[in-house]
């Protein structure tokens, strides 16, 4: 699971961060000790929930290079892009809904154009996490790297341990079962 973000203290609370902020998540969920590892171009954690052993990535090399440590890890651990699911932000989709997806295009995400230029393929899975809608006057850039409001942040970190629970209730099901239980979801109030 690779959560895409900014690394440094002046990216964390971001909307662009929810990609980490997810990953914060699963760490959470950890039955057992986490081991951290930076390498790879990428902080790499190995996180155990409901007896499943998963790799929990944090790209350092910034967003719009993402690709460049999605890939160095795959090519390290031999990982096949059917094997990862790339967790980001969205800033068409509204706050608190998410979107999961097979494969697909980048958008104007350019995080995701890195991941889909560097790997050759679009066919991986993908959580899109909801950070809008973003006001018509204001750039996406700006908004991307803008720090969520402050009734956004009371509510942000159960919203993703409600959308971290549900995915790992069915990430061992098949994309189509976590699209169907996951796709439209409100998690703001669960």
Do not use: W
Not at 31 to 46: F, P, R
Not at 69 to 95: G, H, R, S
Not at 145 to 165: A, G, H, K, S
């Amino acid at each position: 699971i690779i959560g895409l973000g900014n690394p440094g203290d002046d990216y964390v609370d971001t909307r662009h961060n929810i990609g980490f902020k997810f990953i914060n998540a699963m760490i959470k969920a950890s039955s057992t000790d986490v081991s951290k590892k930076t390498t790879l171009k990428s902080h790499l954690y190995q996180v155990t929930v409901n007896d499943s052993s998963l790799f929990c990535i944090k790209p350092q090399t910034y967003m719009n290079l993402s690709g460049e440590a999605v890939q160095a890890v795959m090519n390290f651990y031999k990982i096949e892009p059917n094997e990862i699911c790339i967790v980001t932000d969205d800033l068409d989709i509204e706050f608190g809904t998410v979107r999961v997806r097979k494969q697909g295009g980048a958008g104007t995400h350019n995080g995701m154009k890195s991941v889909i230029q560097m790997l050759g393929t679009q066919d991986f899975m993908r959580l899109r996490l909801g950070i809008g809608p973003k006001p018509e006057f204001m750039d996406s850039k700006d908004f991307v790297l803008q720090r969520f409001r402050n009734e956004e942040q009371t509510v942000l970190p159960d919203m993703l341990n409600n959308i971290r629970d549900l995915f790992l209730n069915h990430m061992n099901d098949s994309v189509d079962v976590l699209m169907n239980r996951m796709n439209g979801v409100e998690f703001l109030n669960r």
